[in-house]
Structures are given as C-alpha cells and as structure tokens.
C-alpha cells in the first residue's frame, strides 16, 4: 500500500522535472545560471576533440554566441578535432573562407615589458597552444588604455601592457576570447623559449 501511495507523487516529480528541461528558452541570453552550466558541461556543443576548455571561459557569452553562429563554431571545433595542427605551416589557413579561419604562427615567448594587449571586433579568438608553454595575459576591455587605435582591416586594436590576469597556455587546452576580452598572448613562463600557437578566428 505504501508503494501504491507514493507512487502517483514520483510519477507528478518526473513530470514537473520534464516541464522544467522543455521549458528552457532556446535563446541563451534568457538562460539562468543553472541552464547555462548544464548544457555548458554537456560539452555536446564540443564534438569528441579531446581538447579542454580552460575555467577562465565565460560560459554564459559563449552559449549566447554559439547559438548566434551555430555552423560556425562546430566547424572551427571539428577543424580542432581532426587535423594535426603540429603539421601545419606558419599563415592563414582557410577553414569557412574569412567567417573561420585558422592562423598558425611559431615565435619565442617574451618577456612581460616586451608584449601589449591587443582586442578584437568582428572576430572571436580560440587560442591553443600547439607546442611550448606561455602566458596568456587577460583583461576586460574596460580596463585597457589604446596604444594603437582600431585598425579595420587587420580587427585589431593594441593596448598598453598591464598586469592583468595569466592564464598558463599549454598543450591540451584553449581558451575563447570575445570582443570584450583583452588578450596578451606570447609571455614566458619561466624562460624565453619557442612556442608554436594556433588562433582559430570566428566571425561574429
């Protein structure tokens, strides 16, 4: 009997926890923090590429702009997916045409003094480290002073350096900067050594 009375109250939980999951807006800007992290950590918008995402991420920008430009993020996310990026040369390599685009670039990390934050504004960054280890200076473009005003064709502007946040870049895990983040990339770690780096450019 006491089965048979609870039941009806387990079938009505299940059905008010299936009303809540359809009852998510499919616009992410409406999402709460609870929606966010839980399609955030089903990490279904990541495909099977091992790679990791760094904490420093801001979810909530990132569901918004995925959803924005669905086709776009799952190219760049497969592109990381299935190709040796060790293998490819220094330069630009066509992903979508300009929407996704890849730059490959191979330098020496620098020292803090020697760098400067730069920003964007068409494109969204994924930044990942192929080879070598570095900082990767970040910082909310409301606390950056210009040092070179925005150049359209390049979509880059390049701020003064600061302390900022470092973030340890390094094999295995990227990093997603959006327009409002100010990035620093290239800092030593402990010495000055080579680093080959991967920039995959999303179009907003």
């Not at 387990?10 to 008010?16: K, Y």
């Not at 909530?60 to 430009?69: C, G, N, T, V």
């Not at 490959?104 to 964007?120: Q, R």
């Not at 997603?176 to 800092?187: A, E, K, R, T, V």
């Amino acid at each position: 009997m006491l089965m048979r009375r609870y039941t009806p109250l387990v079938l009505l939980c299940c059905i008010i926890i299936s009303c809540k999951s359809v009852q998510r807006s499919a616009n992410p800007e409406e999402w709460t923090d609870d929606q966010v992290n839980e399609w955030y950590m089903k990490k279904e918008w990541l495909g099977s590429t091992k790679l990791q995402p760094d904490p420093s991420i801001n979810k909530k920008e990132f569901a918004i702009r995925y959803h924005q430009q669905k086709e776009r993020w799952d190219k760049a996310f497969n592109y990381l997916k299935n190709e040796d990026l060790s293998a490819l040369s220094a330069g630009i390599h066509e992903i979508v045409g300009r929407d996704v685009y890849i730059l490959i670039t191979e330098y020496n990390s620098k020292n803090h003094e020697d760098t400067k934050y730069e920003g964007h504004e068409k494109y969204t960054d994924i930044h990942y480290v192929v080879s070598g280890t570095e900082y990767i200076g970040v910082q909310d473009l409301s606390a950056g002073k210009v040092m070179t005003p925005y150049n359209p064709e390049r979509d880059i502007t390049f701020y003064e350096p600061s302390k900022g946040v470092h973030l340890l870049g390094k094999p295995g895990i990227f990093f997603i900067f959006f327009p409002n983040n100010l990035h620093c990339p290239g800092i030593k770690v402990e010495n000055n050594i080579p680093v080959k780096k991967a920039v995959i450019k999303v179009k907003n």
